[in-house]
């Protein structure tokens, strides 16, 4: 999976995780991917209603130990 870019928001509750991926989603071009690391565990719901929201793509999600990956692609 070729990621553009990859955001930290560990240690950050919601809803700054969210608000961080869409201000890197806005600066971003139709499909491109973009890595979000999480530590916050509602992050995994978060994710897929902000991307039935927004029409970005949820690619993928994973839990590695105590993190959450979400990998989103631009509308």
Same mark, same amino acid.
């Given at each position: 999976?070729?990621i553009? @870019?990859e955001i930290?928001? %560990? ?8 608000? @961080?991926? @869409?201000k890197?989603l806005?600066?971003?071009v139709?499909?491109?991917?973009? @890595? ?11 994710? $897929?209603a +902000?991307? %039935?929201?927004?029409g ?5 999600q $994973?839990? $590695?130990?105590?993190? +959450?990956?979400?990998?989103?692609? /631009? /509308?």
């Amino acid at each position: 999976m070729d990621i553009h @870019k990859e955001i930290d928001t %560990r240690g950050l509750n919601c809803p700054l995780p969210i608000l @961080k991926a @869409k201000k890197a989603l806005a600066e971003m071009v139709t499909g491109q991917l973009l @890595k979000v690391v999480a530590t916050d565990t509602g992050s995994l719901r978060d994710f $897929q209603a +902000f991307a %039935r929201q927004t029409g970005n793509e949820l690619v993928e999600q $994973q839990t $590695q130990g105590n993190e +959450f990956i979400h990998v989103l692609r /631009r /509308r």
